[in-house]
């Protein structure tokens, strides 16, 4: 019975794409056109009339590569916001606090020691244990009750904010990354020609972004597969269809679903350290990313990994594209997307029907 759970699973992820182009010929053409299109503005050499129109192509391209940078640090907090709320249903709104609460554990303990990379695991483990503690004194004790885990955890958030308030005070903090990942370095992309010798004019771009980007796209890959080609993710996804039959074939779901949500709250921690990395910390973090984890779930599907991957990529472009092209109505832009998914795809533009 159980690999035929995992099997069926894994047919419903990989047939979503074949099933929309089958069922939607035209948007599923005009959509590769538009990747087709969006290509050729990276990769190719503007003409000049082009650049009359958009502005120079090494903003645009700075906002692409910006944009998925920050998608892919809006992946790394809703990743583990979807193993919380998408998959096991518990609303959980004091995971902003998470993680800003990672991002100061990671500025202290790369601050003391002098490395960068200790702050990961310090992070990791002193967040993932809160998450331990909320899941067990909280959560367990108030399962399925959607609106009173929605009241506490609003009431846990503005109390870890206070006590964070209280103990690194309202200054803005950035964790400065090592040596290695300082400085630009030069990609693959053109942004022009030299007029002189026409030679190709290269990209630079901050190191520290690109590293990352590499990490987000590790770290996905990772848990889609923990979830989809392990037995421990069939476990959890079986516990939320039908919690009971898990149980009554000897599964300990309850240490299966503190583990699950320790994890997502030690991600929660890690996004902190990164996103004090490459931007910084300051009281307000907190709401502002636990609304953008909402959004990229909203967008993407509650409880899918790949569709948190696309929301946080589309709400992260949609956000620097706003600000360098439409900076008064940036933050419209992002709702709007929300809207248009809610209005045309309610479950998420990869959710489940």
Same mark, same amino acid.
């Given at each position: ?17 074949? #099933? ?5 010929? &035209? ?25 009359? =129109?958009? +502005? ?7 906002? &692409? ?10 992946? @790394? =907090? ?12 518990? !609303?959980? $709104?004091?995971? +902003? ?5 990672? +991002?100061?554990? +990671?500025?202290? &303990? ?6 960068? $990379? ?71 992309? =053109?942004?022009?020609? #030299? ?5 190709? %004019?290269?990209?630079?771009?901050? &190191? ?10 590790? %770290? ?11 037995? %421990? ?19 300990? !779901?309850?240490? !299966? ?33 636990? $609304? ?5 779930? %909203? ?13 946080? /990529? ?17 933050? !419209? /832009? ?5 809207? @248009? ?13």
């Amino acid at each position: 019975m159980r690999p035929k759970l995992a099997d069926i699973s894994i047919e419903r992820g990989a047939g979503g794409m074949s #099933k929309f182009m089958s069922r939607h010929p &035209v948007w599923s053409v005009l959509i590769l056109l538009s990747i087709c299109v969006f290509l050729w503005m990276v990769f190719a050499v503007w003409p000049r009339e082009l650049t009359s =129109v958009i +502005g120079k192509k090494k903003i645009f391209l700075n906002a &692409v590569l910006n944009g998925v940078t920050l998608g892919a640090l809006y992946f @790394l =907090v809703a990743s583990g916001f979807t193993l919380i709320f998408g998959l096991m249903r518990n !609303v959980n $709104l004091a995971h +902003g606090s998470l993680y800003l609460l990672g +991002g100061y554990i +990671g500025y202290e &303990v790369s601050t003391y020691t002098g490395y960068w $990379l200790l702050a990961f695991p310090a992070a990791f483990l002193v967040v993932a244990g809160l998450g331990l503690l909320l899941q067990v004194f909280v959560f367990r004790r108030l399962d399925g009750q959607d609106l009173r885990q929605t009241l506490i955890t609003i009431g846990i958030s503005i109390v870890l904010a206070d006590l964070m308030l209280w103990g690194w005070g309202g200054d803005f903090y950035q964790i400065l990354a090592p040596e290695w990942l300082s400085g630009p370095v030069k990609t693959f992309i =053109v942004t022009g020609v #030299k007029r002189s010798s026409g030679a190709p %004019i290269f990209l630079k771009y901050p &190191v520290v972004r690109l590293a990352i980007l590499f990490a987000a796209v590790v %770290i996905g890959i990772g848990m889609w597969m923990l979830l989809n080609k392990t037995r %421990i993710g069939m476990y959890v996804r079986a516990g939320v269809d039908d919690r009971d039959m898990l149980s009554a074939v000897g599964i300990r !779901v309850q240490l !299966v679903f503190v583990g699950v949500f320790a994890f997502g709250a030690g991600l929660a921690g890690i996004a902190g350290v990164v996103g004090g990395t490459f931007q910084s910390m300051a009281p307000g973090e907190d709401t502002r990313f636990l $609304l953008a984890s909402l959004v990229v779930v %909203i967008v993407g599907g509650m409880g899918s990994i790949p569709g948190a991957a696309l929301g946080a /990529l589309l709400i992260g472009l949609a956000e620097q594209f706003g600000s360098v092209y439409m900076p008064t109505y940036a933050v !419209v /832009l992002t709702f709007l997307i929300m809207v @248009l998914v809610l209005a045309f795809r309610p479950q998420g533009l990869m959710g489940r029907n």
